[in-house]
């Protein structure tokens, strides 16, 4: 059995720019990545199946995946032959939350198969080869702190002082639409995303979905106060929601954060971790 970690992402700000006519919009953001988040298992088998387990699993389709659209583009390129699988997919993130999720599944799926089928360990050519497949899994496949423009998919290195920092994610247990949240977005280009090291950016920043995300989803308003009134430096709404994220200095006052939120909310959703 081989493994493959698809860690959470969250945008630490992201301005959004203009509406396309494709349907896309023109975004800048900063992506970093946790060192927690769902887990991918293959085996060599006969024919190819998909399991999903996991306290997140439910309602989840095992023939309309992103994992199984991510293997059938790794088939598609000369990277070398890929035999019949057996995936097993443990969802510990919740579903349409703004932190990745089915995107860092599937490029979860891309860097296992590179590494044990492809052995190209270009991830250049693997994000031009699986652009299709979704604005955020290029992001994904990376893994590492990057500034992201266009659709998302044109990635910058950013100069990433955030590695190891603590970070609570809070979900209330609410499915947001991505696009949903999009089109409830106002149309105002508030500005370019600042410059600056990972941290100045994310300070300076902000996530111009919050506010079209509350308005569809209340309880992220509650969750963003919850995390407001905890020793963070930085409190706030990651993609297109519902979760949002608190940064703290230490991990001591992190875990002061979840054990309060948790004792208050139960029925909340929350991960402690550190960016990548």
């Given at each position: 059995?081989?493994?493959?970690?698809?860690?959470?992402?969250?945008n630490l700000?992201?301005?959004?720019?203009?509406?396309?006519?494709?349907?896309?919009?023109?975004?800048?953001?900063?992506?970093?990545?946790?060192?927690?988040?769902?887990?991918?298992?293959?085996?060599?088998?006969?024919?190819?199946?998909?399991?999903?387990?996991?306290?997140?699993?439910?309602?989840?389709?095992?023939?309309?995946?992103?994992?199984?659209?991510?293997?059938?583009?790794?088939?598609?390129?000369?990277?070398?032959?890929?035999?019949?699988?057996?995936?097993?997919?443990?969802?510990?993130?919740?579903?349409?939350?703004?932190?990745?999720?089915?995107?860092?599944?599937?490029a979860a799926?891309?860097?296992?198969?590179?590494?044990?089928?492809?052995?190209?360990?270009?991830?250049?050519?693997?994000?031009?080869?699986?652009?299709?497949?979704?604005?955020?899994?290029?992001?994904?496949?990376?893994?590492?702190?990057?500034?992201?423009?266009?659709?998302?998919?044109?990635?910058?290195?950013?100069?990433?002082?955030?590695?190891?920092?603590?970070?609570?994610?809070?979900?209330?247990?609410?499915?947001?639409?991505?696009?949903?949240?999009?089109?409830?977005?106002?149309?105002?280009?508030?500005?370019?995303?600042?410059?600056?090291?990972?941290?100045?950016?994310?300070?300076?920043?902000?996530n111009d979905?919050?506010?079209?995300?509350?308005?569809?989803?209340?309880?992220?308003?509650?969750?963003?106060?919850?995390?407001?009134?905890?020793?963070?430096?930085?409190?706030?709404?990651?993609?297109?929601?519902?979760?949002?994220?608190?940064?703290?200095?230490?991990?001591?006052?992190?875990?002061?954060?979840?054990?309060?939120?948790?004792?208050?909310?139960?029925?909340?959703?929350?991960?402690?971790?550190?960016?990548?």
């Amino acid at each position: 059995m081989i493994t493959e970690l698809a860690p959470a992402k969250i945008n630490l700000a992201l301005h959004v720019r203009a509406r396309r006519p494709d349907g896309y919009h023109e975004i800048e953001t900063l992506f970093a990545f946790c060192r927690d988040g769902d887990r991918l298992e293959i085996e060599e088998t006969r024919a190819d199946e998909l399991r999903i387990v996991g306290p997140f699993a439910e309602g989840l389709s095992i023939t309309d995946n992103l994992v199984l659209a991510a293997l059938a583009a790794m088939r598609d390129q000369p990277f070398g032959d890929i035999p019949p699988l057996a995936i097993t997919l443990t969802k510990y993130l919740p579903v349409a939350a703004g932190i990745g999720g089915g995107s860092a599944d599937a490029a979860a799926m891309i860097r296992l198969l590179d590494r044990q089928y492809g052995h190209n360990g270009d991830n250049k050519e693997l994000v031009l080869a699986t652009a299709h497949l979704g604005a955020d899994v290029g992001a994904c496949i990376v893994g590492h702190t990057r500034i992201g423009i266009g659709v998302g998919t044109d990635l910058h290195v950013a100069s990433d002082d955030l590695a190891g920092c603590p970070v609570l994610l809070v979900n209330p247990r609410v499915p947001l639409s991505t696009g949903a949240v999009f089109n409830a977005w106002d149309g105002v280009d508030r500005d370019p995303l600042p410059q600056g090291t990972a941290r100045e950016i994310a300070l300076a920043g902000r996530n111009d979905l919050e506010e079209p995300a509350i308005r569809l989803c209340p309880q992220i308003a509650e969750v963003l106060a919850a995390l407001q009134r905890t020793d963070a430096w930085l409190v706030r709404m990651s993609g297109s929601g519902a979760t949002c994220f608190a940064l703290f200095d230490a991990e001591a006052a992190r875990s002061v954060a979840y054990a309060a939120i948790t004792a208050a909310q139960p029925d909340w959703w929350c991960l402690e971790s550190t960016l990548a």
